[in-house]
């Protein structure tokens, strides 16, 4: 029975060859969002992330390095992977490793029930194979080496030589589903997003699908093929599998039930991988395909895909050691159009700290709080009569939490955070108009002076709520500060659907004093 509040959520599982960029961050930071959004919003929800440790570039890399390849994982995922998620506050429910015995114990199932069932011959094959991308190239990504690389065939995303590799190898059958795949494409429009994406993966199988090689014998760091321990699977086709090996596939039927299918999060260069191979695998071994393949675009630094191995990564902390996790998580969500590529620049980032973090949400708690400090002896103030500029506050609330509900929902994270954020625009210059410190000098006006803070400490209630999936320590310091905490109980169990619902927080519910949200950055530190 499909579980209709169950929202799995999925990142790619990250190669161990080398250290985090604030790509791979980018990813989980999205991916983070997403799954706290639907957390705070009620949903079952399962955020899965992990790393793929399998394959021969991780091989090669343990070898370079002299040591065993799953020593090299264990150091990686340690010192780290894990420690990324720490860095930039990732809510995930699990991690998987494709080394742990869970997944290989689901790989091997899987593999022989595709086999059982008529889904997997031997032959021979020789193509062209790039280490970096770990795939057989197809020829529209072969492309003539220049430079150093002249006279050789080279892999036009890593710019680097394909080597040619004859072996015999098991294939699957992929080139049986290739109408059943179209047909999915057409009959579940949002299927794979967004709608570039969609047309890039159509276009691609309209040309025609071959078999897809999945096993490699000139090396055994893999997991064995159950049938034929000289083969070990391939690398890739080890790795999709941890979507489902991770919820128990093939050993807990009634986790799997509960949380399948996912939706996916990808960066599009593994597109192909999730909208073609993956749901061809699954129908085969007679699973639902997923939910929603959602591919976001590409960091990039001068015009080209960041990239550890082109020397143009930028370590996460680089960033959050300076601005703090919040600010990276914010900047990131609300710079970057999602779906789309987007440079990363430090002028931007500081600019919109300043501006947007900063001045407009950080400071326009400290004003608030610190006037209700000072009028109200630091309790929420009584509110009377509602005047229209009061009134205009409140249906704003409630509009901003049903277009962010619903642009997150389409995966449309920077416009969820846009629509949030005409709230603390329309809050502060709500309080430019509304003079309170004017008010507070003539005792006639003590009740209008309480109706304009009550509401502006609602607003910043509300806000607290709509941005604590996005901006998580600091809102939840407001939370506290706001006096919400005792009153209301931890933020992230606040039902993200009564957000808007006005008047939560009641008149002369002590609050706390705020440090600052968003401190000032020294001119040195950015550099
Ligand atoms: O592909 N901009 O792992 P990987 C944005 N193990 N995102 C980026 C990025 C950039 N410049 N660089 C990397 C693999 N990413 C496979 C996946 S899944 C079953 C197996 C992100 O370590 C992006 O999400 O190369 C991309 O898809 C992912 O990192 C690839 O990480």
């Known amino acids: 029975m499909a579980n209709p509040s169950s929202f799995y959520l999925t990142t790619p599982i990250f190669y161990v060859n080398d250290a985090p960029h604030i790509g791979h961050a980018y990813t989980e930071v999205a991916a983070d969002v997403l799954a706290r959004w639907h957390r705070q919003g009620g949903d079952d929800t399962w955020f899965l992330t992990g790393t793929d440790e399998h394959g021969q570039k991780i091989l090669r890399t343990a070898t370079a390095n002299g040591v065993a390849p799953k020593e090299w994982a264990d150091r990686l995922v340690e010192s780290a992977w894990k420690p990324l998620l720490d860095l930039i506050d990732i809510s995930n429910d699990d991690f998987i490793r494709t080394t742990d015995a869970r997944h290989e114990a689901g790989v091997a199932k899987f593999l022989q029930k595709l086999h059982d069932d008529g889904h997997v011959y031997a032959g021979e094959f020789e193509a062209l194979y790039c280490v970096g991308c770990e795939e057989f190239k197809p020829k529209s990504e072969i492309v003539d080496g220049t430079g150093e690389f002249a006279g050789q065939k080279v892999c036009a995303i890593h710019s680097k030589p394909l080597e040619l590799l004859q072996e015999k190898n098991y294939f699957f059958k992929m080139s049986a589903f290739q109408d059943r795949l179209l047909a999915l494409y057409e009959e579940r429009p949002d299927f794979v997003q967004p709608a570039s994406a969609r047309n890039e993966v159509i276009a691609f199988v309209q040309q025609g699908l071959e078999d897809l090689s999945i096993s490699r014998t000139s090396f055994d760091w893999g997991i064995p093929i159950p049938w034929d321990a000289s083969h070990v699977t391939y690398v890739w086709f080890d790795a999709l599998l941890n979507y489902v090996t991770a919820i128990g596939y093939g050993q807990d039927d009634e986790e799997f039930a509960r949380r399948w299918p996912a939706n996916h999060l990808v960066g599009k260069d593994i597109l192909r991988f999730h909208a073609v191979i993956w749901p061809a695998m699954l129908m085969a071994a007679g699973l639902e395909v997923p939910n929603h393949v959602f591919a976001h675009g590409w960091l990039l630094v001068g015009g080209e895909k960041m990239s550890k191995s082109k020397l143009t990564g930028i370590a996460p902390n680089e960033i959050t050691d300076t601005f703090g996790s919040d600010a990276f998580r914010y900047y990131f969500m609300r710079a970057i159009s999602f779906g789309h590529d987007g440079s990363f620049s430090w002028e931007d980032l500081a600019a919109r700290y300043q501006a947007e973090l900063a ?14 400090a000072k009028y109200f002896e630091s309790r929420v103030p009584e509110a009377a009569d509602e005047a229209p500029a009061d009134e205009a506050i409140r249906e704003l609330a409630a509009s901003a939490a049903a277009r962010a509900d619903e642009r997150m929902d389409a995966f449309a994270i920077h416009e969820a955070i846009a629509a949030i954020w005409e709230l603390v625009d329309a809050l502060n210059g709500y309080i430019t108009e509304q003079e309170p410190w004017v008010l507070a000098k003539d005792p006639g006006q003590r009740a209008r002076l309480g109706t304009v803070l009550y509401t502006a400490t609602e607003g910043l209630r509300v806000l607290a709520e709509l941005l604590a999936p996005v901006v998580p320590l600091a809102t939840d310091k407001l939370w506290a500060a706001l006096g919400a ?19 939560k927080l009641a008149p002369g519910t002590e609050q706390q004093p705020l440090a600052v949200l968003f401190p000032r950055i020294e001119a040195d530190e950015t550099g």
Not at 485 to 503: I, M
């Open 485 to 503: 905490e005792s009153a209301l109980g931890a933020l992230d169990e606040q039902p993200l659907r009564d957000a808007a619902v006005w008047g």
């Open 359 to 372: 001045n407009g949400f950080g400071n326009l708690a400290s004003r608030v709080l610190a006037m209700n």
